[in-house]
C-alpha cells in the first residue's frame, strides 16, 4: 500500500461523482420509482438503489428491474425501460440531490492552490455536465469524464489514463478519490493513488476490504492528506 507522500508532486487530483461529491440518491431513487410504476412493476426503497449506483445508468436499470446487483433481465424490458429512466432522470437530475459537505471549500482551496482536478463518472454525459453546472462545480473541472467519454469506462483505467494524458502528469502524480470498489480497481489499474470516501455508496462492500491506498470519514481530510505529503 502506498503513502501520498510516495505520490512526491501530487499534480492531478480526480474526484468520482455520485456518492462521492454528490449524494445523488434521492434522485436516482426517485427516477427508478417512477420508471418501475410506469411499467407496473414492485418499486424498489431508496436503500435498495443506493448499493446499486456506481456502474452507470444502464447498469442501475437493469439492476432495479431485476431488483438485484446482478442486474440479469431481458433485453426487450430493459430496451423499453430505460428510455423511460432517462426521461424521468432529466426531469429529476437536481431535485433532493446534495454535496457532501465540505466539497465546495475544499476544491475551492486546491484551485487556488493551482491543483488540476477533473471528474471522472460513470454517469452519462447527458446528466453529468448539467448536474455539474447546476450543482455549482463545473468551474472547478478542466476535464470531465463520463460514462460513456471513452470505449471503457471504470473500472477500466482508460478514463483515469487519458485524464493523466490530458494534463500531461503521470499517473504517479495523481490521485483517484472516490466510493466505490470501480473507483479503486480504476486507481489501481491506472497506477493512481486511491481515497476511499466511507461515505458513500458501497453497496455490500466493507470500504475497508476495497484496497484503497487511505479510507477517508469526511471530505475536507484530503486537504490534510495532500498538505502532509507536501
Ligand atoms: O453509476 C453512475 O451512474 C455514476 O456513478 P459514479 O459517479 O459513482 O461513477
Ligand atoms: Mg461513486
Known amino acids: ?32 420509482q417512477l420508471t418501475l410504476a410506469e411499467l407496473n412493476l414492485p418499486t424498489q426503497q ?30 426487450d424490458l430493459f430496451d423499453k425501460a ?12 437536481n431535485t433532493d440531490s446534495e454535496l457532501y459537505n465540505g466539497v465546495e471549500d475544499t476544491l475551492a482551496a486546491f484551485k487556488r492552490a493551482g491543483i488540476a482536478m477533473a471528474c471522472i463518472t460513470n454517469k452519462p454525459e447527458q446528466f453529468t455536465l448539467p448536474l455539474l453546472k447546476e450543482i455549482g462545480l463545473s468551474q472547478f473541472f478542466d476535464k470531465v469524464v463520463c460514462g460513456d467519454s471513452f470505449e471503457h469506462r471504470k473500472p477500466h483505467p482508460m478514463p483515469l489514463l487519458e485524464t493523466a494524458k ?21 486507481a489501481q489499474a491506472a497506477g493512481f493513488y486511491s481515497i476511499c470516501v466511507s461515505y458513500g455508496y458501497h453497496g455490500e462492500d466493507d470500504v475497508h476490504q476495497l484496497g484503497a491506498d487511505v479510507v477517508i470519514q469526511h471530505f475536507s481530510e484530503i486537504a490534510q492528506l495532500l498538505e502532509k505529503a507536501a
Open 1 to 32: 500500500m502506498k503513502t501520498l507522500r510516495d505520490n512526491c508532486q501530487t499534480k492531478l487530483v480526480a474526484f468520482d461523482l455520485d456518492g462521492t461529491l454528490l449524494d445523488s440518491v434521492p434522485d436516482l431513487a426517485k427516477a427508478v
Open 46 to 75: 431508496q436503500d435498495n438503489v443506493r448499493g446499486w449506483i456506481g456502474n452507470g445508468a444502464r447498469v442501475l436499470v437493469k439492476r432495479a428491474l431485476s431488483g438485484d446487483i446482478n442486474g440479469d433481465i431481458p433485453k
Open 82 to 93: 430505460y428510455p423511460i429512466f432517462l426521461k424521468h432522470y432529466a426531469d429529476n437530475l
Open 166 to 186: 490530458f494534463f500531461n502528469v503521470l499517473p504517479e502524480q495523481s490521485i483517484m478519490v472516490g466510493d466505490s470498489v470501480n473507483d479503486i480497481i480504476a
